[in-house]
């Protein structure tokens, strides 16, 4: 009875350690979340009214305003930018953001992966390691984006994305990533990036009413690899608080659930305890019963 009593009590002291470490985790994930999140509220009305804007002047431009980077093609080669994070220990986030890609490829461009033509440019360890795993063409140079997150980093990752396109390397380029709502909800996104889409209504192309100082050639020109480096930070910075807070929804979680092992623990602790002090007293009184005999 002994043994079982401190093996109880080795459980317990190590639950108990497990869930100091958890508190801990939640509270950086926590203090993180909040810089993250700052960051992407600030960034995306910026982003989507940028992103809108683009797609309503292709859209509304006879000819070919966009150049290559606008034009659709007959889709032979696919590049898929998957977003995810580094690290683990934020719940099912990183198979999430993995799955929706995955879907994706399903629905979309099964020919396409069977003659091995879908190609994944991970942002993010885990989406590397999920993809390389799987057999998938790996473009590896941008993996490790988080450990120096900067948009000037983000920005070559676009760029190369944006020559490979234009080259013809790659004839259509999705990109995957969750969009940030709060600490416990994130929506996990796949939308076109490259051709550049258009926005439609019923069928019909929006007309747009702007005025534009200088031609219209002359700011789409410029403007366009301006607005496309960033609707990529945008997602990165999306996963990034999305990361945090899938962290800290996690670490809580599990926090709860080492409390309620630690009370059922306990409650076995003292039941093995009660029992052997019985079993104790049992035997001195039968021995002094004996004595007395």
Same mark, same amino acid.
């Given at each position: 009875?002994? +043994? /079982?009593?401190?093996?109880?009590? =080795?459980?317990?002291?190590?639950? &108990?350690?497990?869930?100091?470490? $958890? *508190?801990?985790?939640?509270?950086?994930?926590?203090?993180?979340?909040?810089?993250?999140?700052?960051?992407?509220?600030?960034?995306?009305?910026?982003?989507?009214?940028?992103?809108?804007?683009?797609?309503?002047?292709?859209?509304?431009?006879?000819?070919?305003?966009?150049?290559?980077?606008?034009?659709?093609?007959?889709?032979?080669?696919?590049?898929?930018?998957?977003?995810?994070?580094?690290?683990?220990?934020? +719940? /099912?986030?990183?198979?999430?953001? =993995?799955?929706?890609?995955?879907? &994706?490829?399903?629905?979309?461009? $099964? *020919?396409?992966?069977?003659?091995?033509?879908?190609?994944?440019?991970?942002?993010?360890?885990?989406?590397?390691?999920?993809?390389?795993?799987?057999?998938?063409?790996?473009?590896?140079?941008?993996?490790?984006?988080?450990?120096?997150?900067?948009?000037?980093?983000?920005?070559?990752?676009?760029?190369?994305?944006?020559?490979?396109?234009?080259?013809?390397?790659?004839?259509?380029?999705?990109?995957?990533?969750?969009?940030?709502?709060?600490?416990?909800?994130?929506?996990?996104?796949?939308?076109?990036?490259?051709?550049?889409?258009?926005?439609?209504?019923?069928?019909?192309?929006?007309?747009?009413?702007?005025?534009?100082?200088?031609?219209?050639?002359?700011?789409?020109?410029?403007?366009?690899?301006?607005?496309?480096?960033?609707?990529?930070?945008?997602?990165?910075?999306?996963?990034?608080?999305?990361?945090?807070?899938?962290?800290?929804?996690?670490?809580?979680?599990?926090?709860?659930?080492?409390?309620?092992?630690?009370?059922?623990?306990?409650?076995?602790?003292?039941?093995?305890?009660?029992?052997?002090?019985?079993?104790?007293?049992?035997?001195?009184?039968?021995?002094?019963?004996?004595?007395?005999?």
């Amino acid at each position: 009875m002994s +043994g /079982a009593l401190k093996e109880v009590r =080795i459980r317990i002291g190590s639950v &108990k350690t497990t869930q100091q470490i $958890t *508190k801990a985790m939640k509270m950086v994930s926590a203090a993180k979340l909040r810089r993250a999140q700052d960051a992407i509220t600030q960034m995306r009305p910026y982003a989507e009214k940028l992103q809108e804007m683009l797609s309503s002047i292709i859209s509304s431009s006879e000819g070919d305003l966009g150049g290559d980077l606008s034009k659709e093609r007959d889709v032979n080669k696919v590049l898929f930018i998957v977003v995810t994070s580094d690290r683990g220990l934020c +719940g /099912a986030f990183n198979s999430n953001i =993995i799955k929706a890609a995955k879907a &994706k490829i399903a629905d979309s461009y $099964t *020919k396409e992966e069977a003659a091995g033509n879908i190609a994944v440019l991970p942002l993010g360890k885990k989406g590397m390691e999920a993809f390389a795993r799987d057999g998938f063409t790996i473009e590896d140079a941008y993996w490790d984006i988080f450990s120096d997150l900067s948009f000037d980093n983000v920005k070559k990752a676009a760029e190369y994305v944006r020559e490979a396109y234009l080259n013809g390397t790659y004839d259509r380029v999705e990109l995957v990533y969750s969009q940030f709502k709060n600490a416990a909800t994130q929506d996990f996104i796949c939308e076109g990036h490259l051709p550049i889409p258009k926005i439609e209504n019923e069928g019909e192309v929006v007309k747009s009413d702007f005025i534009f100082e200088p031609s219209k050639e002359v700011l789409i020109e410029e403007l366009m690899p301006k607005i496309l480096n960033t609707q990529i930070f945008k997602a990165v910075l999306d996963v990034n608080a999305s990361e945090h807070g899938a962290r800290m929804t996690a670490m809580d979680k599990a926090t709860e659930n080492a409390e309620e092992l630690l009370k059922d623990l306990k409650l076995t602790y003292n039941r093995a305890r009660q029992a052997a002090i019985t079993t104790e007293l049992t035997e001195i009184v039968s021995g002094a019963a004996a004595l007395e005999g």
